[in-house]
């Protein structure tokens, strides 16, 4: 099985702080450093580290996105359907605080350019049964969902970054949720304990699977048929940045391959607890070699 990840392609620019900056103030940073990211990047280098076959689809600036390119090239990503154009790359401002934790302002350049002829020509290379992984960080997303779901393709949500946005697309045509605890009570429109998110987003998407990420707590995948509860690894973390996506595409690698869901919720949750032991978006995303090396 074939995934094209349809997403967003940012220059990260992460800084180390002592505590998130709050309104009227300004401190110093402990550092700073620049990675490759975005959430559609990260994702496409997590599922090719799985052993994916993946092509990335989405939009650079021609002036400045040339080592988004080259990071996913270099994990064996197939650029091909990556468009550069005559505008700024998208990029992201990062605070990473002493325990680990991040905010995210982004701004979205390129990203922001995703025309319906650049998606009908991208589908033209994939069948019916191939997987489309999809967050909210790029333009034209109902049309996207619309044409693939015309094509046969099973959709892949990542609700990520959320907001009213989200509510607009047409969401009975995806087969996956991936999403957090924050993502999934918003989608649901609810409130109720976390462990209930999933059966409360079956009544909504009784078709759908659900893969429920809860940080330290493990995770959840529930559809119609089963409910599987996978715990944490303990690890110390370093930066979260990227956790949930590494955790997205060794699950959707796993998926395609056909692993059993138990298996690839185990592997997914592997690989996002050593990325946390790591700086930086996509250069803390482990491979599949080192996942299963590990003594986790």
Known sequence: MNILSFGSLNLDKVYQVEHFVRPGETVSSLSMAEYCGGKGLNQSIAIARAGGHVWHAGCVGRADGAPLLKALADSGVDTSLVRQLDCPTGHAIIQVDRDGQNCILLYGGANQQITTGQIDQALDHFRPGDLLVLQNEISQLPYLMGAARAAGLTIVLNPS?????????????????????????????????????????????????????????????????????????????????????????????????????????????????????????APSIPTKTEVFASPL
């Open 161 to 281: 970054p959320m907001n009213a946005s989200i509510l607009t697309l047409p969401l009975r045509h995806v087969s996956y949720f991936l999403l957090n605890e924050v993502e999934a009570r918003e989608l649901c429109g609810q409130e109720c304990r976390d462990d209930l998110l999933p059966e409360r987003l079956l009544e909504r998407f009784p078709d759908s699977h659900i893969v429920l990420t809860l940080g330290a707590r493990g995770s959840i995948y529930q559809d119609a048929h089963q409910r599987i509860e996978q715990p944490a690894f303990k690890v110390d973390a370093v930066d979260t940045t990227a956790a949930g996506d590494t955790f997205t595409g060794f699950f959707l690698a796993s998926i395609a391959q056909a692993v059993p869901v138990a298996e690839a919720l185990k592997t997914a949750s592997k690989a996002a607890a050593i990325s946390v032991t790591r700086s930086g978006a």
